[in-house]
């Protein structure tokens, strides 16, 4: 029998463990995933896009386990009273084929998402940074701001989003983190002129330049999170080109990165190399570094995992027969009788 968790029980779960705990946890699994780099069989996700987003499939497998994800994007989702970033998933047993696991992953894309975002800027941004700017303040957003804060000490996060509900909203839901300072800025370079971490995460299906070099000082760290996809941007290429780049796995960051605007030799670091030591992280003070993320299936991988092992220790989940229990393995049609 396949394990089965939905929406209610992973948002149970989380509450209950915490999220900047399940986050603290995931990125533990997603570093010694990263450092397995050359285990996974990988591959760019298969994208069908149309006018207004794009459904994509996520696999990846080691020796053992396979993975993949379901995701899409729409960011004129909210009009229609759906998400613009809506998932499930499934790990799978390499040696039978057997569905181990099938979950949602919508909550725990973005748990994902921050915890790669976290993983990252520890090993990027400068040790002392203190304040962060946020650009985008939907879904994505208040997950980011947890791990930020807690994880690597941010105190104070000055946020801007073109619908300024949005940012109200993640004041509100964060304002149990007492020390935690957030401010709505009027405008980008307000929320980015002084921060020492960008993070932007905004949702528009357009080449669109969210920052650009005016906004920014040197030393920064900008955590990239909504250019995602052909047609989809958010830092000026300019930028882009002054900065030290880390994507995460490189085939399908140059189709859907911020780096697609530049040429497909423009050096960029695939970030497993800085966990493994195969490269450096920042090497100066005064360093641009930018983490382009895409996401990665290695990352949906790590967070299947995660949640296989926390439903073991909670005791949650539900048995579905998602595939046939046959007595006789070659009478798929008794199921009919
Ligand atoms: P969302 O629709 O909930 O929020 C996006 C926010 O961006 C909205 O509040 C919108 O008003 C704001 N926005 C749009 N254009 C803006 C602009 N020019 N300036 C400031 N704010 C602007 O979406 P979400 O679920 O938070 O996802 C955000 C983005 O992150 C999406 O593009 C999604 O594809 C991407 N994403 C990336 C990863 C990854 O691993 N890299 C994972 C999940 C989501």
Redesign the pocket.
């Known amino acids: 029998m396949t394990i089965f968790t939905d929406v209610k029980t992973i948002a149970a779960l989380t509450k209950k463990i915490g999220t900047e705990h399940v986050i603290e946890r995931l990125v533990t699994y997603l570093e010694s995933d990263f450092l397995r780099w050359a285990e996974f069989d990988k591959s760019a996700r298969l994208a069908n896009h149309s006018e207004s987003g794009v459904i994509e499939l996520m696999p990846i497998s080691d020796a053992n386990q396979y993975a993949f994800k379901y995701v899409n994007?729409h960011?004129d989702n909210?009009q229609k009273n759906f998400?613009?970033?809506m998932a499930f998933g499934v790990l799978a047993d390499v040696d039978t084929g057997y569905p181990v696991l099938l979950s949602e992953l919508t909550l725990t894309?973005?748990l994902r998402?921050a915890a790669?975002s976290v993983m990252v800027a520890k090993k990027l941004a400068r040790a002392n940074s203190t304040t962060m700017a946020l650009?985008?303040?939907?879904?994505?957003?208040d997950f980011q701001a947890i791990a930020f804060h807690r994880l690597l000490g941010i105190t104070k996060i000055k946020c801007?989003?073109?619908?300024r509900k949005?940012s109200e909203k993640l004041v509100r839901n964060l304002s149990s983190y007492s020390n935690l300072d957030i401010i709505i800025c009027d405008s980008?370079k307000a929320a980015t002129l002084d921060a020492d971490i960008i993070t932007t995460?905004?949702?528009?299906k357009k080449l669109?330049t969210?920052i650009t070099p005016d906004m920014i000082k040197a030393g920064v760290h900008i955590n990239g999170?909504?250019g995602?996809?052909p047609g989809?941007t958010e830092i000026d290429a300019q930028i882009l080109i002054k900065g030290s780049i880390f994507v995460e796995y490189a085939p399908q960051s140059r189709i859907e990165g911020d780096i697609q605007q530049l040429p497909d030799d423009h050096p960029v670091t695939e970030f497993w190399q800085v966990i493994a030591n195969k490269h450096s992280g920042r090497t100066s003070d005064d360093e641009i570094t930018i983490f382009d993320?895409?996401?990665f299936a290695l990352?949906d991988y790590s967070a299947l995992r995660l949640l296989k092992d926390l439903i073991v220790e909670h005791k949650i989940g539900e048995t579905i027969e998602l595939v046939p229990e046959l007595t006789d393995q070659k009478n798929l049609f008794e199921l009919l009788n």
Not at 135 to 141: A, D, H, T, V
């Open positions: 994007g960011p909210g998400s613009t970033v894309t973005a998402t790669t650009i985008g303040n939907g879904c994505q957003s801007f989003d073109v619908d949005a980008v995460v905004t949702a528009d669109a969210i999170v909504g995602d996809c989809k993320s895409v996401g990352e």
